[in-house]
C-alpha cells in the first residue's frame, strides 16, 4: 500500500498553521488580539514541522513547499492589512510583496532544478550572504525581526501601544519594537533580492548548460 505522505507529522502540523493563518485573517480588520494570538500561533508551530521531520524521518518535497508556502501567504496577508492601514505606503508594501514572493519562488525553483529537497539547501558554490541566511539561528531572528516590524506596525494602527515603566520612564512597547526590528528587517529584505539574482543566475548557468549539451 502506497505510503500517504499528506499524513505524516510535520504535514499535519503544516496543516495546521494553514487553518490557524486563514483564521487570523476573519479578526484582523477589527479584533487584532484574536488575530494576532491565531497568526502568531501559526508562526509558533513552524518551529516544530521540521523538528517533526527530522525525529520521524518523514522529511518530503510537499513538506518543504508547504512550509514555505505558509510561511509567505501569511505574512503577505498582514502585509496587506497594513498596507490598508497605511495607505501613504503602499507603494513601498507592494514592492516588498513582490520581492518576497519573487525571491522565494524563484530560490525554490532552481533548487529544484538542481536536485535538492529544500531551497534552504545551499552549497558551498552558492553566495555566502544565503549560507550565512539559511543558518538557523540567523534564519530565525531575521525572520522574527521581520514579523515583529509587521506587527509593531498593525497594532500601533489600532493604538495599542504597550507600555513599561523603566528608571521612572514610561515608554511605548510596540514603537520601541518597531525601531528595535527596523534594521534586521531591512537586512532579511536585502538578502532577499541577493536571493532573487542569485537564483536568477543559478537557473542561468543550467539553461546555458542544457542549450549548448543540445548544439
Known amino acids: 500500500m502506497a505510503v ?6 510535520p504535514n499535519l502540523i503544516g496543516f495546521a498553521r494553514v487553518v490557524l493563518g486563514i483564521a487570523s485573517l476573519f479578526y484582523m480588520n477589527d479584533q487584532p488580539y484574536v488575530a494576532m494570538t491565531l497568526y502568531w500561533l501559526s508562526a509558533f508551530l ?9 525525529h520521524f524521518n518523514q522529511s518530503t518535497s510537499f513538506g518543504a513547499v508547504l512550509d514555505m508556502v505558509s510561511d509567505r501567504c501569511t505574512t ?5 492589512n497594513c ?9 513601498a508594501f507592494q514592492l516588498l510583496v513582490v520581492l518576497d514572493i519573487s525571491s522565494h519562488w524563484l530560490q525554490m525553483y532552481s533548487s529544484m532544478m538542481k536536485g535538492k529537497t529544500s531551497h534552504k539547501q545551499i552549497d558551498l558554490s552558492e553566495n555566502a550572504f544565503l549560507r550565512y541566511y539559511y543558518m538557523k539561528p540567523i534564519l530565525f531572528a531575521l525572520c522574527s525581526a521581520n514579523e515583529l516590524f509587521f506587527m509593531a506596525l498593525y497594532f500601533v ?6 507600555t513599561v515603566e523603566v528608571a521612572g520612564l514610561t515608554l511605548h ?3 520601541i519594537i518597531g525601531y528595535i526590528s527596523a534594521p534586521l528587517f531591512a537586512i532579511k529584505h536585502l538578502v532577499g533580492l541577493i536571493q532573487l539574482v542569485t537564483a536568477s543566475q543559478n537557473i542561468g548557468i ?6 549548448e549539451k543540445k548544439n
Open 4 to 9: 500517504n505522505i499528506f499524513l505524516f507529522v
Open 46 to 54: 513552524d518551529v516544530f514541522d521540521g523538528m517533526a521531520a527530522r
Open 76 to 80: 503577505l496577508c498582514l502585509i496587506m
Open 83 to 91: 498596507a490598508m492601514f497605511y495607505p501613504g505606503y503602499l507603494l
Open 157 to 162: 494602527h489600532f493604538d495599542i501601544l504597550g
Open 173 to 175: 512597547l510596540w514603537p
Open 206 to 211: 543550467i539553461d546555458a548548460a542544457q542549450h
